[in-house]
Every structure is written in C-alpha cells, then in structure tokens.
C-alpha cells in the first residue's frame, strides 16, 4: 500500500506541484534584466565614456566623427547640435569626408544650429572633392539655389552628375529633371531623362516613380501608353506618394488604363486625402455628396469638402457653399454660403461668380444690390460662360426681370452666345433680327442665324429657318425646303413644326392638298405640346375627313410620332 500510494504520489500529484512552482516563479520574474532598456542605454552611454571620447580627445579622426554622430542623435548622450559641430568639426579639420559631410548639413538643417549656408557650401565642397555622393547632392542643390555660393545651374548640374554616378537617386533625380528642361547647360535629351529617372525609380525613389507614370501619359515625353502610366503611379502610389494616388483614383474614376471602379476610385482618393491633397479632399467630399463609389453621407461630404475649401481650393468653396445655401449635411447658414461663394468667386471660379451674382441679385444671405449682381455677372461673362450670359440676356430682354430692361445689352450678349455656338442664344439673336428687337431689323441676318442653329441640328433652329423658307423671310421663298427643316424638327419633337406641316398639307402650300398628313401633323403637334389653338385645328380638319379617312390620319399620326 504504501508503495501504491507513493507511485499515486509521483504520477499525479507531484507535476501539479512542480507546475504551481514553475508558476509562482514565473509570476515573479516580470522581465529580462538583459532586456532592460535602461541597461542599453546605459550601454550606449558607456561607449561615449569609454571608448569614443577618450580617443577623440586624443585626436582620432574616427572617434571624433562618431562622437559627433552620437551627439547628432542623441545616443549615449544628451543630443546636442553644437558638440555634434565641435567634434565634426575636428575630424572635418583633419579630413575626414564623412565629417565634413555632416557638418555641412548641421548649418543646413536648422537642427538647433544657426543656418549659415556659406559654412555648409565650404564643408560640403570639401567633402563633395572627396567624393563623397550625399555632400555632392547637397552642394549640387546650393549651387541650384545661389544659397551660400552664386547661383550656378552648370555646377549644379555637374555635382548632380557626379553623385548621380555614384548612386544618389535624388541626384539622379534631379539629373533627369535638368535634361528634361535643359537646364545647367544641358541639353534636353528625353532618353537620358528617361535613363536616370530609371535610375532613381529602381531606388525607390516615389517622386521618380511619380514622374515615369507622367511621363508616360503623354506624347510629349515618352510613349502615350496609358497602361505604363499606370504602372508607376500604382508603384508609388505604393510607397505614400499621395500624387500618384490621385492619379491611380482618376484612373479607376474613369475607367482610364484599368477597369472602372468607383470603390477603389474612393480608396486610392482618400489616401491622397489623408496627406493633405486638396484634389483628392474635393474628390473624396464629392464621392460622399453624390454616392458614388461610397454609401452617400452629406456630413462626411461636409469635412472633406471642408479640408479642401481651407486650402483655398475654389470648386470646394463652391460645392460647400451651395451645402450651406441648402442646410445638406450642415446647419443652413446663408451668411456662410455667401462668404464660401465670395472665396470662390474671388479666385475666378466661373460658376460661384454666377451664384453670387444670383444672391445679390434677389438678396439671398446678403443685402439685395443690383450692380453687384451685375458686376459678378459680367465676371462670369468675361469668362466665356454661356448659362450666365443667357440667363442676363433674358433679364435684359424682359420687361418683369429684376434688372432694367435693355434690349441692346441682351443683343451683345446674345451674340457673344451665339459666336460660340450657343444655338439658343443664336435663335434669339435670329428672333431679334427679325422683329428689330434692340437692333435695325435685318431678315438676312435673322434667317442666317437661324441657320447656323439648324446646322447643329436644333430644333427651334431649324422650325424658325423652315418659317423663313415657307415665308421668304431674309430668303428666297423655297416651300421644298421648309418642309425639310419643318420634317427634321418635328422629328426632333418640335410641335410647332409639326403645326407647320400640317398647314402646308391643309392649304396646298409647296405640297398637294391633304387632309390625312394634315390631320396626322396636327395629331402629333397635340401630343407634343398641350395647345388649345393645335387641338381646335386638329378638331376643325377631323370634320372634313370620313371615319376611314380619320382611322388612316391616326394610325399614320402614331408611325410619324415614332
């Protein structure tokens, strides 16, 4: 038994005990000593103590420079910027390239050392004649800048070369950028901009990376090859660059290289967004304004929108304004929207020019003022903006606008319109040269502006030539071609055009007399425009026709409103 009891002992109880042991001994050792941070760091401190300083101090150039870096960083000691620069300085004295390197860039850094960049020009030049790559980048950079040495891009260029020879991908950078402008006596040579761009992407150079997707976007430097374009930005974009990331959010927007995806078009804006990107604030605000790509959220559009509109961006100024005009995502605030507008506006932004001068105009969020009104306007119209010069012709043209009426005012900018194609602006202008509306009555000009509005295919446009041609207004009377215009603009659904059709066939004008097209013209005039004058003229011919000849009208009215 008591052997049983002993092996019971062993088996079962015995490994619980050890376990509690090992527990309590574990709960007792809360770390490492060895991974005491405390104990680096006084590890450090003892290399400084021990070894760097007692060699520096008896003039080792290596040991000076490192005790110089170990002051720079602050490892091992306090960090200290001006013992960083007496102990560069020292190994510097005695040659040493690396020291001369740094202690140049200490009087460029403004790391708690006076800027002085005619000591970093003469530090950087002696290490750069040494060899050393980084201070031949930097010299490069001062001689670009005229910062401690006279402006000089030829040696800017040339320590560029020589670093970028070496390696230095923000020489060779730079390099690329002075082929590609021709720059410190280079000549613009787009391989050689190619050639070292490469050089410095292979590094991982985002900025480089950056550029090769630009320049492969367009003819002017590479290949227009969208999909290589791609390429790069989508490498670096990678690495943070937020330029890239906006165009790697363009090219999903669009479908430009890639598959559209409004997804990941909001994904890649957004990390552009977060670093600070205006384009990519205003495209994130908008994708949560509209929808698109992300679940619609007006607040969320508010802050983004926000962002942007505080970098002075004018169409995030705008868009923010019309929210705070609507209270959509915001409190309504019409003093708000009119100060985002005014910031817009200000900046040359065509359509906030337009709604300020909507606001001063009835007195929305700001005291109503018609010559402000008239004044933002006529911004907006300097511009080329077609709506605005519309919308202003109209009130010229109007005896019941909130401005003074003036017919010869609405004639300008009806032709202003009009010489860019506007075929509303160029019917209107046709109207007031036919009537002597604000301008010495002319029926040629009128029937040649209807003209230029029928050759773009608008409806008015051709219906008003077609009148022209029925009447001979402006044109020699040609019936033939006022039914062509007069067909072509009902088909385009202009009613009155169809009205017009109808009495050429009803009154034997141009065509042989027919009552069934007539009838059918008028049926089709009446589903296009609710007119009591078409349905009493519509009703009047349907009393001359038998039933059968008024079924074959119908059924012909429906294959014509096809």
């Known amino acids: 038994m008591i052997f049983v009891a002993a092996e019971i002992f062993i088996r079962r109880i015995l490994p619980v005990i050890t376990l ?6 574990c709960a007792g050792l809360k770390s490492d000593p060895l991974q005491d941070p405390s ?7 003892r290399i400084v103590r021990d070894i760097f300083q007692p060699l520096a101090e008896q003039g080792e150039k290596q040991a000076q420079f490192s005790l110089g870096e170990m002051y720079s960083k602050g490892e091992g000691v306090s960090k200290d910027s001006e013992q960083a620069a007496i102990w560069y300085t020292k190994a510097a004295e005695q040659g040493d390239a690396r020291a001369q390197r740094n202690l140049g860039l200490l009087f460029i850094n403004d790391d708690g050392m006076p800027v ?8 950087l030049s002696k290490a750069a004649e040494q060899g050393d790559a980084e201070a ?37 950078f730079k390099l690329a950028v002075y082929y590609g402008s021709g ?11 190619e050639f070292w761009m490469m050089k410095s992407a292979e590094q991982g150079n985002q900025r480089a ?24 930005y989508a490498k670096a974009a990678l690495q943070g660059n937020s330029d890239a990331q906006f165009q790697l959010g363009f090219a999903y927007a669009y479908g430009e290289s890639v598959p559209k995806d409004q997804k990941l078009a909001a994904f890649w804006y957004s990390k552009a967004a977060e670093q600070g990107d205006m384009y990519s604030q205003l495209a994130v605000g908008s994708m949560y304004a509209t929808g698109d790509g992300v679940e619609k959220n007006m607040k969320l559009a508010a802050k983004w929108l926000s962002m942007a509109a505080d970098q002075q961006l004018p169409d995030a100024q705008r868009m923010l304004g019309y929210m705070y005009a609507e209270g959509d995502g915001v409190s309504r605030d019409l003093k708000k929207a009119f100060e985002l507008y005014s910031k817009a506006a200000e900046q040359g932004n065509i359509l906030a020019q337009a709604v300020l001068g909507d606001m001063y105009l009835y007195g929305t969020g700001v005291p109503k003022d018609i010559s402000k009104a008239l004044e933002w306007y006529n911004k907006a119209v300097e511009q080329g903006n077609i709506q605005v010069m519309l919308r202003l012709a109209a009130n010229y043209n109007s005896d019941f606008g909130e401005i003074p ?36 009555k002319n029926l040629k000009k009128a029937a040649e502006w209807y003209g230029k509005a029928a050759e773009q295919g608008d409806d008015s446009g051709l219906w008003n030539l077609g009148e022209c041609y029925r009447f001979g207004t402006g044109v020699p009377q040609d019936y033939g071609k006022a039914i062509e215009y007069f067909t072509k603009a009902a088909e385009k659904g202009n009613s009155f055009a169809a009205s017009s059709l109808a009495s050429l066939y009803e009154e034997r004008q141009g065509v042989p007399k027919d009552l069934v097209l007539a009838y059918a013209w008028y049926e089709v005039a009446a589903s296009l425009r609710n007119s009591s004058y078409v349905k009493k003229e519509r009703k009047r ?4 026709l038998t039933p059968s000849q008024l079924a074959a009208a119908k059924d012909l009215a429906r294959q014509l409103h096809k």
């Open 136 to 172: 031949q980048y930097n010299l490069g950079f001062l001689y670009s800048k005229g910062e401690g040495v006279p402006k000089d891009m030829e040696q800017a260029a040339s320590w560029y070369a020589k670093a970028a020879e070496q390696g230095n991908r923000e020489a060779q």
């Open 39 to 45: 104990l680096s760091e006084e590890a450090s401190a």
């Open 541 to 544: 011919v349907a009393k001359e």
């Open 20 to 25: 509690l042991v090992f527990c309590v001994a």
């Open 183 to 193: 720059n410190g006596g280079t000549i613009k040579d787009i391989q050689k901009v």
């Open 116 to 123: 002085d960049h005619e000591k970093a020009a003469f530090w």
């Open 209 to 232: 990376l950056y550029v090769l997707g630009l320049m492969n976007s367009s003819d002017k430097w590479l290949q227009n090859d969208g999909k290589l374009a791609a390429h790069w």
């Open 405 to 440: 009426k003036d017919l010869s005012k609405a004639v300008e900018l009806y032709t202003m319109a009009a010489e860019q194609g506007d075929t509303s602006a160029q019917c209107h202008l046709g109207m007031m040269f036919r009537f002597g509306d604000g301008v010495e």
